[in-house]
Nanobody, 118 residues
């Protein structure tokens, strides 16, 4: 079972930037699609961005042009570069993995808190 550890969150002012990291255990990371989700207080978890094993990227409309997902297969790590942050981006951010032909994992890491506030 893949285990995921997120880091990089923090408190940032509106308009600021953060880079989140997620390290995955296991030697077959490169075959997995990777995604970032977020959950704000009182709201359901939502998908933010996906990068496939082949490097194709997809973004939720609410982050297009501001966030960039990337991966380093040599480090088993997926990143989320977040620019032009808004207060509504405040949430706990989680990463997840999807094996070839499979579904997103049902177990989640601890997430990393992102707070955008002046």
């Amino acid at each position: 079972q893949v285990q995921l550890v997120e880091s990089g969150g923090g408190l940032v002012q509106p308009g600021g930037s953060l880079r989140l990291s997620c390290v995955a255990s296991g030697s077959i990371f490169s075959f997995y699609d990777m995604g970032w989700y977020r959950q704000a207080p009182g709201k359901q978890r939502e998908l933010v961005a996906v990068i496939t094993s082949g490097g194709r990227r997809n973004y939720a409309d609410f982050v297009k042009g501001r966030f960039t997902i990337s991966r380093d297969n040599a480090k088993n790590t997926v990143y989320l570069q977040m620019n032009s942050l808004k207060p509504e981006d405040t949430a706990v951010y989680y990463c997840n993995a999807r094996p070839p032909g499979g579904a997103w994992l049902t177990s989640w890491g601890q997430g990393t808190q992102v707070t955008v506030s002046s």
